[in-house]
Structures are given as structure tokens and as C-alpha cells.
């Protein structure tokens, strides 16, 4: 008997604009390779708005839900898809590779607080000279520090070597950041940023968010990443 067809997975994103998050699960998604439709969740549900606003002690979207399971963290949903697809190859196969990409993940995950307060991620922008102020500086350096190490012990293009993992999707919207306020790359990282630019399924998603009606959240002010 011919094994029953896969179920197909439904991601919830918020606005392609403005959401990082939403960016990293839809490209930890695709990197796993498991069939999902996408649910736009507009920026005037009261719980998104929540998010938007910073009045929600957690980030519900991106959320996946599939055979039942219900992951809404976005490190959740690459380890679900991990476990879910391990020969997508989404982590490296090397084990001091793997603990250096979920090391470099969780700190983009939980940290460069002032850099997300400060250069909000918006697709839509670009502002030349923008000012950035000496503690946002350091989450840049520190960024940058974390890619020229794993390029230049894994060989790049990618962070972890020939392949593309779940790290290269968490720090996909970082580069987007770096393009709208228009921070300078030593020339490591501007190869870096490049080949995250030349990614296919980035590309799709900046193409989507171009085309995507402005979100009527003119009332906020962007000194927050959601």
C-alpha cells in the first residue's frame, strides 16, 4: 500500500514589509522543503496589532501548524521541521558545525536588542547616512564578527560551508536592516550579504513584500523588530 500523502503545513505571517520574523519562518520553511500554504495575518488583528504595539509578552506569528502540532517560536518551528525533515540538511552535519549554528541562532534569536530597536527592518526604506548610535554599533560589529568567524572556518558561501541552514535564514533579515540604513560591510561580509541577496527564495520574498499593500500602521513608531 502506497504510503498516505504528506499533509500540507499552514504558516501564519504578518506583514513581508515589516516582520523579520515572519521572513525567517517562511525561509526556515522552505529550507526544510515540507509542502505550506501561507495565511497573511493583517496588521489590524487585535493580537498581531498586540505584537506590533510591543503589548504582547510573546511573538505568536510566524506560527506553523501542521498534523495537528501548533509551533509558533521561531527557533520552535526550525527544530519541528528539523526533526520533521532531516534530510533538508537544515542544521549542519558536522556536530561542532551544528553547535556553532544553534549557538549563532539563539543569539540572534534572544539578543542585538539596540539594533532591532533602532534600525527596524522595512524593505520598503533606504536612508542614506543613516546615524547609528554606539550601542547598535556594537550589535553590528558583533554580527559581523559572528559571520567573517564561521565564513572563514567553514569556507563559505553560506555560514556553515556549501549549504544553506536555518543560521543563514536567521540572519537574512539582518542584511535587509544593513541595505535600509545603509551600514558599511568590510569586504567579508559584503560577500555574505550578497550571496543572502542572490538566494532565490530571498528574493521571492522581497518581491512579494513590494507588491504587498501598504500595512495601515502609520501610528507606530518603528523602535521595535516585529
Known amino acids: 500500500m502506497a504510503p498516505a500523502p504528506e499533509a500540507q503545513a499552514l504558516l501564519r505571517i504578518s506583514t513581508r514589509n515589516y516582520s523579520s520574523w515572519s521572513m525567517r519562518g517562511w525561509l526556515i520553511a522552505r529550507l526544510s522543503g515540507l509542502p505550506f500554504r501561507v495565511q497573511a495575518v493583517s496588521p489590524d488583528d487585535p493580537g498581531t ?10 511573538i505568536l506569528i510566524p ?6 502540532a501548533e509551533v509558533w517560536d521561531t527557533l520552535g518551528i526550525a527544530e519541528y521541521l528539523n526533526e520533521l525533515r532531516p534530510e533538508a540538511g537544515m542544521f549542519p552535519a558536522d556536530r561542532v558545525a551544528r553547535a556553532r549554528c544553534r549557538s549563532i541562532c539563539g543569539e540572534m534569536h534572544a539578543g542585538f536588542h539596540a539594533l532591532r530597536s533602532s534600525l527596524p527592518m522595512n524593505l520598503r526604506a533606504f536612508v542614506p547616512g543613516f546615524p ?5 554599533r556594537a550589535d ?6 559572528l559571520w567573517r568567524d564561521c565564513l572563514g572556518r567553514w569556507g563559505g558561501p553560506w555560514l556553515f560551508g556549501a549549504r544553506c541552514t536555518v543560521a543563514d535564514a536567521m ?6 536592516r544593513f541595505r535600509s540604513y ?7 561580509c559584503e560577500g ?27 501610528e507606530l513608531e518603528f523602535d521595535a523588530e516585529f
Not at 540572519?171 to 535587509?176: D, E, I, R, W
Not at 545603509?182 to 567579508?188: G, Y
Request: charged share 25%; aromatic share 10%.
Open 192 to 218: 555574505y550579504a550578497r550571496t543572502i541577496e542572490a538566494w532565490p527564495d530571498f528574493q521571492e520574498w522581497v518581491a512579494a513584500a513590494k507588491e504587498e499593500p501598504e500595512a495601515r500602521i502609520t
Open 63 to 68: 506560527c506553523l501548524e501542521h498534523e495537528g
Open 171 to 176: 540572519f537574512a533579515p539582518v542584511v535587509t
Open 132 to 136: 547609528v548610535w554606539s550601542a547598535a
Open 182 to 188: 545603509d551600514v558599511a560591510l568590510d569586504a567579508v
Open 140 to 145: 553590528i560589529e558583533r554580527i559581523q564578527f
Open 49 to 58: 496589532r498586540a505584537e506590533l504595539l510591543l503589548n504582547s509578552s510573546s
